[in-house]
Nanobody
Framework: QVQLVESGGGLVQAGGSLRLSCAAS??????YGWFRQAPGKEREFVGG????????NYANSVAGRFTISRDTAKHTVYLQMNSLKPEDTAVYYC???????????????????WGQGTQVTVSS
């Protein structure tokens, strides 16, 4: 089992920044991903990281603005979000996967464990 605890969401003005954290405990996984879901929309892959190496991949909609990083000592994954836009408003979820490719493919069904979600609201 893996437990994921997210933090760092909130309200920010357009152009601002937020950093989300995802603290993991339990068994070691291969990949971590960040997803988001806005009201009335489907869950969307934001980005992922291959834990052992630190490689990351991003959706086109956030590439160049969002960055995934990790602290191996704390077993925590971060999502740094810069130049936020109103369309970034959503509930953001951290997820963990035993798959070694899910960080790249962003396939939600490959993720085995999910955090509780944290709300990010970007005002215009």
């Amino acid at each position: 089992q893996v437990q994921l605890v997210e933090s760092g969401g909130g309200l920010v003005q357009a152009g601002g920044s937020l950093r989300l954290s995802c603290a993991a405990s339990g068994r070691t996984v291969s990949s971590y991903g960040w997803f988001r879901q806005a009201p009335g929309k489907e869950r969307e892959f934001v980005g992922g990281m291959y834990w052992s190496v630190g490689n990351s991949n991003y959706a086109n909609s956030v590439a160049g603005r969002f960055t995934i990083s990790r602290d191996t000592a704390k077993h925590t994954v971060y999502l740094q979000m810069n130049s936020l836009k109103p369309e970034d408003t959503a509930v953001y979820y951290c997820a963990a996967s035993m798959s070694g490719t899910s960080w790249f493919t962003g396939t939600a069904t490959l993720y085995d464990y999910w955090g509780q979600g944290t709300q990010v609201t970007v005002s215009s």
